[in-house]
């Protein structure tokens, strides 16, 4: 009989030392029950810290609803619902990379809808002075040419230089109208633009001292109007 009753004893206190049978009240409890914890697998610790971490944090990073982490479960209890709960921001990351993708797509084909209306190239540019020392200009030359099938009043677009690296030396909203032409580029026509800007800044510098033959352009567009009243877009 004390032999059964001893058999049964180490059975009970053995149970009791499951750790995933723990109830989590506080933060505290995880030193407390050091021991026990360490039975877990090296995944079901860096679980159950992650629970307590949002436990602690509440509301911030607490989570919602079922997978919401709240002291008062069993430490299964908590690493079931850590576990859950990466699952869900995993799909939630997922849902946003898909979706920042389909955009990207998006502006990537408008874009290249305005570049197939309407060309844009950098011919040359050159620096010079104003009446004044402190007037220092950087004169650019483009040439934009009209590929669509109806007439353009209108472009808007940003223009970016680089450096024979490859390195970004300054962007430059450009904006055209065509008043001078008539207010407006015939399709299939093209006309050539002079644009100024004033050298005041270390980029603005670095970029009207380099040749046009070590400078590298790409055209951003943003917007194309037609005279019939229709418009090519990114936004």
């Not at 058999?7 to 995880?30: Q, W």
């Not at 190239?121 to 004169?139: A, L, M, N, P």
């Amino acid at each position: 009989m004390k032999k059964l009753l001893a058999v049964a004893l180490v059975a009970f206190l053995t149970a009791c030392t499951d750790p995933k049978s723990i109830v989590l009240t506080k933060k505290e409890d995880i030193e407390k029950h050091a021991e026990d914890i360490k039975k877990l697998s090296d995944e079901d610790k860096k679980m159950l810290v992650a629970y307590v971490f949002r436990a602690e944090l509440g509301g911030m990073f607490g989570g919602e609803g079922n997978n919401k982490a709240i002291y008062g479960v069993t430490i299964g209890e908590a690493i079931n619902n850590q576990k859950a709960f990466v699952a869900e921001q995993q799909k939630l990351e997922l849902e946003k990379k898909a979706e920042e993708e389909k955009a990207r797509q998006e502006l990537e084909e408008k874009q290249r809808k305005l570049n197939e209306a309407v060309s844009v190239i950098f011919v040359e540019h050159h620096r010079t002075e104003g009446q004044f020392s402190f007037q220092k200009y950087d004169i650019f030359n483009f040439k934009i040419k009209n590929n669509s099938q109806k007439n353009i009043t209108g472009i808007k677009g940003v223009a970016v230089f680089f450096d024979k690296f490859g390195d970004e030396l300054k962007r430059v909203e450009m904006k055209n109208d065509f008043q001078d032409n008539g207010g407006k580029l015939a399709a299939g026509q093209d006309y050539t633009w002079q644009g100024q800007m004033d050298v005041l800044l270390r980029d603005d510098e670095k970029l009207a001292d380099t040749p046009t033959e070590d400078l590298k352009f790409v055209y951003e567009p943003d917007t194309v109007l037609f005279e019939d009243g229709t418009s090519l877009t990114t936004k």
